[in-house]
């Protein structure tokens, strides 16, 4: 699957030339994991294009990501994170590792979970439905909040980052 051209965006107070900064754009996506070995990069036409760089500039930080091994060329295919490329570090808890904190006395409170929410099966069609996380999809604005979501998370992590958990903890926090 092809990385969204959208995940990729120049900082305006970045150090550095622009190849420079889109090679380190790269590698610390690599680095962080967001960037899996195999997956492929935006074609160079299209980067440069939503960037608003020239072409050359892109191709000339592809080649030197391609020569460090954090790319991979495929003829006429385009560049995909190399299989050789560096592994984002695994953080393992120490086995001994004890938690110092009683969260029980820090908290100070607990919290039963209360009641959830009980809502009509017909609430979208009320006037005025005032239901706790519910969107009126006729006024909310998708398109500029995809684009928005897109640029922050990057495609993958939207469904998780749309959905509705009113009534259980978010699987990620757990």
């Given at each position: 699957?092809?990385?969204?051209?959208?995940?990729?965006?120049?900082?305006?107070?970045?150090?550095?030339t622009l190849q420079?900064?889109?090679?380190q754009m790269i590698a610390q996506g690599i680095l962080s994991g967001r960037f899996r070995r195999g997956e492929k990069l935006?074609?160079?036409?299209?980067?440069?294009?939503?960037?608003?760089?020239?072409?050359?500039?892109?191709?000339?930080?592809?080649?030197e990501l391609l020569a460090n091994d954090y790319l991979?060329?495929?003829?006429?295919?385009?560049?995909?994170v190399s299989d050789n490329a560096p592994a984002p570090p695994a953080?393992?808890?120490?086995?001994?590792?004890?938690?110092?904190?009683?969260w029980t006395r820090a908290i100070g409170q607990r919290f039963s979970g209360g009641v959830t929410p009980r809502k009509p099966m017909d609430w979208s069609q009320y006037r005025y439905p005032f239901v706790y996380?519910?969107?009126?999809?006729?006024?909310?604005?998708?398109?500029?909040?995809r684009l928005c979501a897109l640029q922050a998370l990057g495609q993958r992590d939207f469904s998780a980052m749309a959905a509705d958990y009113y009534d259980q903890d978010d699987p990620q926090l757990v």
């Open positions: 699957m092809a990385l969204p051209v959208e995940t990729f965006f120049l900082q305006p107070d970045a150090q550095g420079s900064q889109i090679q935006p074609s160079t036409r299209k980067l440069a294009g939503h960037l608003g760089l020239s072409r050359i500039t892109v191709t000339i930080a592809y080649t991979m060329s495929k003829g006429r295919s385009g560049y995909y953080f393992t808890p120490a086995p001994d590792t004890v938690d110092a904190v009683d996380g519910q969107t009126d999809q006729t006024l909310f604005d998708h398109a500029n909040w």
